[in-house]
């Protein structure tokens, strides 16, 4: 083989080699596009299958405005309910007058327990703790009082031993 021959061999390879590359490049760009194209069924397919659903823009703009005006009505709401709590809780933080009777024939346990319960004190154990600490278990009154939310034991237990 000559290198006449050999040079003509080889240009012709590297002419296929060119030949098959164009063609690859320009039929198989075709064929893709072909199988990429998207079509309304087949979106929808893809949509149902996970448990999506396709709304038009004007339907999305229109749902995205109604979720705010629930987010805002919310917080409104939540902005109310927590100023009314703090208007409660500042109302509860008042003194308030009681009227409160002993009869007679209470034992100290019994005072304790409904001064307690009327919310005067807050536990029945500390008072009665308290009454023992002064020395006036005996000493306790009965009659109507006049008693106060914000006294304290010590003041309610001076109050009805007089």
Not at 16 to 39: D, H, K, P, R
């Amino acid at each position: 083989m000559s290198k006449q021959e050999a040079k003509g061999i080889a240009a012709g390879l590297l002419f296929a080699a060119i030949l098959l590359t164009a063609y690859y490049f320009m039929f198989s760009q075709a064929t893709a596009e072909e199988g990429n194209q998207l079509t309304d069924a087949a979106v929808e397919q893809h949509l149902k299958e996970n448990g999506m659903v396709m709304v038009k823009k004007e339907e999305y703009d229109s749902l995205k405005v109604d979720q705010q005006k629930v987010t805002a009505d919310k917080q409104e709401h939540e902005e109310k309910v927590s100023e009314e709590e703090k208007k409660e809780e500042a109302e509860s933080n008042q003194p308030k007058k009681v009227s409160f009777t002993i009869d007679e024939g209470m034992t100290s346990l019994e005072v304790a327990q409904s001064l307690a319960d009327q919310k005067l004190v807050k536990k029945s154990d500390d008072f009665i703790d308290t009454l023992q600490d002064k020395d006036k278990e005996t000493a306790v009154q009965p009659g109507k009082y006049e008693l106060r939310t914000d006294m304290s034991a010590s003041e309610i237990i001076d109050e009805i031993t007089r």
